[in-house]
């Protein structure tokens, strides 16, 4: 069930597969730019909705904060001394 409130940022904990199914839920009744200007204020453009919706994951910080996501961290990927890879610490 999607909400109703103006800003629908993702409640916690995060899942990017509840985000895209309450985006679904919005387009069976308004379209992409709607769902865009009503509910993120244009911070969020009808195209990146549409990938959301597709699949896609937001990579880009200001979207991903008007989306109320997490952000991404980047871990270092290494091969250990025998040959496997490895995570940074």
Do not use: C, W
Not at 53 to 71: M, S, T, V
């Amino acid at each position: 069930m999607a909400p109703t409130q103006k800003n629908m940022r993702v409640q916690q904990p995060y899942n990017i597969e509840g985000l895209r199914h309450q985006l679904i839920e919005l387009h069976r009744t308004k379209s992409l730019r709607k769902i865009s200007s009503e509910h993120y204020d244009g911070k969020v453009s009808h195209g990146t909705i549409d990938r959301i919706i597709k699949g896609h994951e937001p990579k880009r910080e200001d979207i991903r904060e008007a989306l109320g996501l997490p952000e991404l961290i980047t871990v270092p990927v290494y091969r250990n001394h025998k040959g496997r890879f490895s995570k940074g610490d």
